[in-house]
DNA sequence: TGATTAGTTAACCATATGGTTAACTATAGC
DNA sequence: GCTATAGTTAACCATATGGTTAACTAATCA
């Protein structure tokens, strides 16, 4: 069951919802990166850079590993896997195909109606 | 291209990162509403739900069609498009099926090696 | 040991966010 | 026309967010 308050939903959107935490999460999709060559494309300072990535790895979607004073950071991707769940859901509504109808269908190529899919919250 | 700096995916992410912004578009998914019947089963001010309303709407995620006095809204799911796209761009670092190479050899049924895939940004 | 480098933490600032109550607009109904 | 209803707008408040600079910690290196 989806739960709309979950606070791991809540903290993966949000994290999303910045455009430099994007990039960041684009660029470790490249391979881990230090804190500094992740910084360096940034016109911002790296105390910025750092509050961004403990909002990332409060998400979970970045983890960290520390050698010596640098801070090895990589992509822990998976962290995305609610949202993508919770997005999917509404996928029918707008690609008509995946709709439960269509679905069931394709299942059993007969054409009996189904009742009004609802979406799990 | 996927641009990171999309303005409409921070609306988007964004909505979605707070609980009664879910919570709403999960009640939409089971028909369209008025402002009041969507705010019924919230322990929360109408104009609270109003201006959740208002940042769906300026996400592009409902509509709002008006008679008389009563505002009936709908989901427009086909604004989190983007958004699942954004984030499908990294499933195949929690689903290794479908990283590059399994997509390559489902499609060619050989074991060629392919160069390792970067991110859309 | 002393200087440099990597990165965080602290303190601060401006603006955004999420909520409230009160007041307002406008439609509907008697 | 008066009153009730649907919903927004305005004003306000507390806290969160995204950035800054300065100071700090700790590791590396000459």
Redesign the pocket.
């Known amino acids: 069951m989806v739960n709309y308050s979950d606070p791991q939903l809540t903290r993966v959107f949000?994290?999303m919802?910045?455009?430099?935490?994007r990039a960041i999460v684009a660029r470790l999709a490249g391979g881990g990166l230090?804190?500094?060559?992740?910084?360096a494309p940034f016109?911002?300072?790296?105390?910025?850079?750092?509050?961004?990535?403990?909002?990332l790895e409060g998400a979970g979607l970045i983890s960290?590993r520390?050698?010596?004073?640098?801070?090895?950071?990589n992509l822990e991707a998976a962290a995305m896997k609610s949202a993508t769940e919770w997005l999917e859901q509404y996928r029918r509504f707008w690609e008509p195909r995946l709709d439960v109808l269509g679905e069931y269908l394709a299942e059993t190529e007969n054409t009996e109606e189904l009742h009004d899919g609802e979406c799990k919250d």
């Open positions: 949000s994290a919802g910045d455009p430099t935490r230090t804190v500094s060559q992740l910084a016109e911002m300072s790296l105390p910025a850079i750092s509050k961004h990535l403990r909002v960290r520390i050698a010596g004073r640098t801070h090895h950071c």
